[in-house]
């Protein structure tokens, strides 16, 4: 899987699917966010016990599934039978926690566009990347970027694969400030930085603008119409929105 060195974000990424609307990270809150009119979804993606790639945010399964405990203590079997809907909806439903094969399949054949964020098991990041890119390599398809908060996980894909497109994400500059930050997206190309609505400054993008980085903003509520078209006016190439139907 091979992309152009300018890889363009469409403006609008659904969050976790569109997590507002559906479950977050299942296969019908991708669908919804589709049906709904975007081309782009993220999604949170780490390995079970027996080293397969599916969609859980959270170290455990408490959450937002029936089960309980750590997800790498569990097979991809066992946490393919929890409720992946019960939290979401407050009652029985079908819906499961998808492999992240069965999501590559569904992006593969509508072809749209995939923000893969690297959610590792702590100490278990190269395992993690490992995995998720046996999968990826298997399909054909050039709408795919990675992103993940865990700088060694970034810094592995890359190792792994240096034409794959990665971006850094950054939630408050504490770790790495601005100008340290631009220097990590430089010194291992990563080609776009996420950060938080809460630290967004038309100087801080400017900053990654000079130094031809992309930005993308996401926030811990759902971005509004009038705030996604404040950012986009400042020059941020992509926002996550968890709740797109005021766009649409």
Same mark, same amino acid.
């Given at each position: ?14 969050? *976790? ?78 819906? /499961?926690?998808?492999?992240? /094969? ?6 593969? *054949? ?41 700088? /060694? ?14 971006g850094f994400l950054n939630d408050d500059f504490t770790k790495f400030n601005i100008d ?44 509004? /119409? ?23």
């Amino acid at each position: 899987m091979r992309l152009s060195s300018r890889f363009i974000l469409p403006k609008l990424i659904g969050h *976790r699917g569109v997590k507002n609307l559906k479950p977050e990270n299942t296969l019908e809150s991708i669908i919804k966010a589709f049906d709904i009119g975007l081309e782009c979804v993220e999604i949170d993606v780490k390995v079970s016990k027996d080293n397969i790639p599916l969609l859980l945010h959270d170290d455990t399964l408490d959450r937002t599934t029936n089960g309980s405990g750590l997800v790498c203590n569990f097979t991809f079997d066992q946490i393919n039978h929890l409720d992946a809907g019960y939290y979401f909806y407050n009652s029985k439903t079908d819906i /499961k926690v998808p492999s992240l /094969k069965s999501v590559l399949d569904l992006i593969k *054949r509508k072809q749209k566009y995939l923000n893969i964020e690297l959610k590792p098991n702590k100490n278990y990041e190269e395992l993690n990347v490992t995995n998720i890119l046996k999968e990826v390599n298997k399909i054909s398809y050039d709408k795919i970027y990675f992103s993940s908060f865990d700088l /060694k996980s970034c810094i592995i894909l890359k190792e792994k694969g240096p034409y794959l497109q990665c971006g850094f994400l950054n939630d408050d500059f504490t770790k790495f400030n601005i100008d340290e930050t631009i220097d990590i997206c430089k010194k291992y190309n990563f080609f776009s930085c996420g950060i938080n609505l809460n630290f967004f400054s038309n100087s801080i993008v400017s900053q990654f603008e000079e130094n031809d980085i992309q930005v993308t903003v996401y926030a811990d509520n759902n971005i509004s /119409k009038v705030q996604a078209h404040n950012l986009w006016s400042n020059n941020v190439t992509s926002i996550f929105i968890d709740d797109p139907t005021e766009y649409i």
